[in-house]
C-alpha cells in the first residue's frame, strides 16, 4: 500500500503556542488530504479536508483560524493548530486517498 | 452527510470462537466499504475492503458481507486469537468521488481472551 509518512509523533507544548504537523505522501501524488482528530477511547473525527492548491474544507464544529491547513504540494500538507490549549490535546491523524485511506502514523499532541 | 453506525461498542469473545461487528450506513451514494483494526497509539490499519458490488468478500479467517438494500455491512472474524484484540472500525464513502472522505463508524472493542 500507499505510504504516508506524519511528522512529529509526539509533541508537547505550552497553551498559548502554535504546533505544526506535517503529512507526507512518499510515493505518490495526493491532491486531496484528509485530516481527523481522535479522542481517547473514541473514533477518528474528520477535521478537514485539504485540497492541494486551494483552501481547506472544515467540518461543522472545527474552527478554522484554530487549525490551519496549509497543502501547498502534492506530497505535503500540514496542520497548525494556533494558540493550543490543553482541550486541543489529542491524536491527529492524516490520511491520503487512493483507492482507500493510508494513515500517517498520527501525532500524539499534549498541550500543558 | 454520510452517517455509519457500527455495533457493538465493545465484544469480548473466547479464544476459537467468532466475532461479528455491524454497522450501518446513511447515504446510498456510498460505495466503499473498508474496515480498519487499531491498536493502541497506532495508525488504523486497513483489513478488509468491499465494493457494492459484490455481497460478500474472504481473506482466511475474515470476510465482510454488504446488504446494499438494507444499507449494512458486517465484518466476521472466524477463530478468533488474542492478537485479534483490538479496536475496529467500519467506514464509507462514495468510491466514485475522488475528493471524498471515508466516514467512520464508532468503533468496536474486541477483546479475544485465552
Known amino acids: 500500500g500507499a505510504v504516508v509518512s506524519q511528522h512529529p509523533s509526539r509533541v508537547i507544548c505550552k497553551s498559548g503556542t502554535s504546533v505544526k504537523i506535517e503529512c507526507r505522501s512518499l510515493?505518490?501524488?495526493?491532491?486531496?488530504m484528509f485530516w481527523y482528530r481522535q479522542f481517547p477511547k473514541q473514533s477518528l473525527m474528520l477535521m478537514a479536508t485539504?485540497?492541494?492548491?486551494?483552501?481547506?474544507?472544515?467540518e461543522q464544529g472545527v474552527e478554522k483560524d484554530k487549525f490551519l491547513i496549509n497543502h501547498a504540494s502534492l506530497t505535503l500538507s500540514t496542520l497548525t493548530v494556533t494558540s493550543a490549549h490543553p482541550e486541543d490535546s489529542s491524536f491527529y491523524i492524516c490520511?491520503?486517498?487512493?483507492?482507500?485511506?493510508?494513515f500517517g502514523q498520527g501525532t500524539r499532541l499534549t498541550v500543558v | 452527510g454520510e452517517n455509519v453506525e457500527q455495533h457493538p461498542s465493545t465484544l469480548s469473545v473466547q479464544e476459537g470462537d467468532s466475532a461479528v461487528i455491524k454497522c450501518t450506513y446513511s447515504?446510498?451514494?456510498?460505495?466503499?466499504f473498508p474496515w480498519y483494526k487499531q491498536e493502541l497509539g497506532k495508525r488504523p490499519q486497513l483489513i478488509i475492503d468491499?465494493?457494492?458490488?459484490?455481497g460478500e468478500k474472504k481473506d482466511q479467517r475474515i470476510a465482510v458481507t454488504l446488504n446494499k438494500t438494507a444499507k449494512h455491512f458486517s465484518l466476521h472474524i472466524t477463530e478468533t486469537q488474542p492478537e485479534d484484540s483490538a479496536v475496529y472500525f467500519c467506514?464509507?464513502?462514495?468510491?466514485?468521488?475522488?475528493?471524498?472522505?471515508?466516514?467512520f463508524g464508532k468503533g468496536t472493542t474486541l477483546s479475544v481472551s485465552s
Open positions: 490520511s491520503a486517498s487512493g483507492y482507500t485511506a493510508f
Open positions: 510515493d505518490f501524488q495526493a491532491t486531496t
Open positions: 485539504s485540497n492541494e492548491g486551494s483552501k481547506a474544507t472544515y
Open positions: 447515504d446510498s451514494a456510498s460505495n466503499y
Open positions: 468491499i465494493r457494492s458490488n459484490v
Open positions: 467506514a464509507a464513502r462514495d468510491f466514485n468521488q475522488a475528493g471524498t472522505a471515508l466516514i
